[in-house]
């Protein structure tokens, strides 16, 4: 057969790609009569397709190129560790240098006493491991009844039987047999749309106080772990309220059950902080990374483990594990992104320069008349598009339907913005610039126009009233 190049007809690489390749969270036929988008190259914040088109990528791939495209250090580091040893696994008493630093590097970045690290490949595998691990403490520590695990509705840990279970997504526990047993799910603080009257203050310690109902109704001593992430991501970028993570706080301490934060997407600087922990001030006892660690150059993640769980884990045999577990390319690539962060100061220039300068430019969408709230923190951030905006009031019409027509006028202006639902979201690179952020601004403005002409057009811009 022909290998194709990027240099290829796009029709030839779309027909190719419809042929043989299923796509992640795609409804294939839908695509293969549209044909992919095919990237072809990347260069800082800046994407090029097969068309030829420059497309500034506010979503940083899928909230993982921290570091921007094109950096040259990663691709001589992953070049180097390959000629000097590609693969050797750790699992047999032998480990080897790559993983060794990056070990050690997570422990020094890590708040508190996270200490230990255990490597996966993806988050998904990394909260794979998590569900085993907590369980195993708690097995070890002699009370093996404490096997359920908390999480949260529109909560996303992965697609994995395990992580997919955790989260919580209707559409996944859909398929294939989920969520597994032993994991409760409850409600989210998403107080723009499930608020009501009350203020976001008192939602949020509504919300928390669901932890503490759930806890008793399971039994106190039956509960292991409490997953969340800082702040949803995938859920639609959903920042709660100030009150409910010092709650949360109390509560896990209160019962002495352990807090596992997924920094999947809030880790490496995303959220202003090295971590959302820190932004967020929590103090978790396991923390699942991936995405931002290599900035995505190589697939990694990792559990970062507290000196006390480490200390009743090291007690046994943990009977886990993957052949990849600390690959020396990913992390020799990933140790290297982290030089990069801290010494070109890219996490603390995010935090001081480039998200001041975000938040002022982005929550000036919510002038739009399409727009009912933005929300940023640090470099992630989302607009709640409304019909109305008085009322915070969702669209009579299906869930996501305005979403997907603005995500739809935001590739077409070369703007990467996703939707969730009827939110949009951006998670730019964190090096950004002021220029870039007026270019995203602009774009999405324009885009936010043809959508709402669009929804006028069809009859779309009514509402239903919230709650
Ligand atoms: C993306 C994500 C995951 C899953 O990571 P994969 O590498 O896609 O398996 C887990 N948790 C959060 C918060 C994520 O955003």
């Known amino acids: 057969m022909t290998i194709l190049t990027i240099n290829s007809p796009t029709a030839e690489l779309q027909a190719l790609d419809a042929a043989h390749h299923i796509h992640p969270f795609t409804h294939a036929s839908g695509l293969k009569e549209k044909g992919a988008r095919i990237i072809t190259r990347a260069e800082g914040c800046w994407l090029q397709d097969s068309e030829g088109n420059r497309i500034l990528d506010a979503m940083a791939g899928l909230w993982c190129v921290n570091v921007g495209y094109g950096r040259d250090e990663l691709a001589g580091v992953a070049a180097r560790q390959m000629r000097d040893l590609p693969f050797y696994n750790t699992f047999f008493q032998t480990s080897h240098v790559p993983a060794i630093n990056l070990a050690a590097r997570l422990a020094e970045l890590a708040p508190g006493d996270l200490n230990h690290v255990f490597f996966a490949n993806s988050g998904s595998e990394a909260n794979d491991t998590n569900l085993r691990m907590v ?9 093996p009844q404490r096997d359920q695990i908390i999480a949260r509705w529109n909560g996303y840990h992965g697609s994995s039987v395990g992580s997919g279970s955790l989260g919580g997504m209707k559409g996944i526990h859909a398929q294939g047999g989920m969520p597994i047993p032993g994991i409760h799910h409850i409600d989210q603080p998403y107080w723009y749309l499930e608020g009501g ?21 399971l039994g106190q001593d039956k509960v292991a772990a409490f997953i969340a992430e800082p702040i949803q ?8 309220p100030s009150t409910y993570w ?10 002495g ?55 009743v884990i090291g007690g046994v045999e943990f009977n886990h594990g993957y052949t990849y577990s600390g690959h020396p390319v990913a992390c020799a690539v990933a140790l290297e992104n982290l030089r990069l962060l801290d010494e070109e100061g890219i996490v603390a220039r995010a935090r001081d320069h480039v998200a001041p300068y975000l938040k002022e430019r982005f929550e000036s969408l919510t002038d739009h008349p399409l727009v009912g709230e933005a929300t940023i923190v640090g470099l992630m951030g989302s607009i709640a598009l409304t019909p109305d905006k008085a009322s915070r009031a969702q669209f009579a019409g299906e869930a996501g339907q305005a979403g997907y027509i603005c995500r739809e006028r935001c590739f077409a202006n070369n703007l990467i913005m996703r939707h969730v639902n009827d939110r949009m979201i951006i998670s730019p690179p964190l090096v950004i610039s002021h220029e870039e952020i007026d270019t995203l601004i602009a774009r999405a403005w324009k885009s936010l126009d043809e959508a709402h002409a669009t929804l006028q057009e069809q009859g779309l811009m009514v509402a239903v009233p919230t709650v």
Do not use: H, N
Request: glycine share 12%; hydrophobic share 40%; aromatic share 8%.
């Open 233 to 240: 991501g995938a859920g639609g970028v959903i920042v709660p």
């Open 246 to 255: 010092p709650e949360i706080q109390r509560i896990v301490d209160k019962y």
């Open 257 to 311: 059950i352990l807090l596992i934060a997924d920094e999947v997407i809030c880790g490496f600087g995303r959220t202003g902080e090295w971590f959302g922990s820190q932004t967020m001030d929590i103090r978790p006892d396991i923390m699942t990374v991936a995405k931002g660690l290599s900035s995505g150059y190589q697939p990694i993640g990792a559990s970062i483990v507290s000196d006390a769980v480490e200390a």
């Open 135 to 143: 369980r195993t403490y708690w097995a070890e520590k002699g009370e």
């Open 197 to 217: 009257d009350m203020t976001p203050e008192e939602f949020g310690l509504a919300r928390a106080r669901l932890l503490e109902e759930k806890i008793l109704e």
